[in-house]
């Protein structure tokens, strides 16, 4: 994961999540019980953490981005989760720009590893980091430093990269990222793209830098 290296500093964990549950949840996410605990209140990444982010707001926004994550997967039921989120305090004290949002960003990001699928360890990397930067764009916490659209060198290139590309597919598609992220459950092919949009990821990629003239 890519929120941080620093496992032991600022951490979020979620708490007692049955291994299914019904439909009922989906729209109470109160039912997922969360913790949040700032490990690194004596470093200046803690203190700015305390100042700027909040383990109130931070709890909120886990709440947030778990229901964005459920709707832009179309997810009806989510599976046994027994995950931590660690984010760096050298990371948050270092962070030259809105803070807040940069965080913001990094829960969406992780908390969509928690969720989607990975193919049974068969989908690339970039693409499992691409989805969650997808995620992440999608609900406006995008950095503006990042990638614009056509930019990169290849489509499972990973973060921004990819999840532009997989914007520009979803745009041919809508509701593709969902699919495809479904399609990852069991096992992964590139052929999943081809049963999705009709074209060899290789075709979409070459389509994609010729959009946006790259
Ligand atoms: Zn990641």
Redesign the pocket.
């Known amino acids: 994961?890519?929120g941080g290296d620093n496992k032991d500093e600022c951490h979020i964990s979620n708490g007692h999540l049955p291994a299914k549950f019904g439909l009922l949840a989906i729209n109470t996410v109160s039912a997922v019980d969360y913790t949040i605990t700032n490990r690194a209140t004596g470093t200046a990444g803690g203190v700015r953490f305390n100042t700027d982010i909040g383990v109130d707001y931070s709890k909120q926004t886990l709440a947030f981005a778990i229901d964005f994550i459920w709707r832009t997967f179309h997810q009806t039921n989510a599976y046994s989760i027994n995950n931590e989120i660690h984010v760096s305090d050298s990371h948050i004290g270092s962070y030259s720009g809105d803070v807040k949002t940069e965080i913001i960003g990094v829960l969406y990001?992780?908390m969509t590893?928690i969720w989607q699928w990975n193919g049974n360890g068969q989908a690339p990397g970039g693409l499992i980091?691409g989805i969650?930067d997808f995620v992440r764009l999608k609900a406006n916490y995008a950095p503006g430093h990042r990638v614009q659209p056509g930019q990169g060198d290849k489509c499972d290139q990973g973060y921004d990269v990819t999840a532009r590309f997989l914007d520009y597919c979803n745009g041919l598609r809508n509701g593709f990222v969902a699919e495809l992220n479904k399609k990852t459950r069991t096992g992964y092919s590139a052929q999943y793209f081809v049963d999705l949009l009709w074209k060899t990821v290789d075709q979409l990629w070459a389509d994609y830098k010729a959009r946006y003239g790259q």
């Open positions: 994961m890519c990001h992780e590893h980091e969650a």
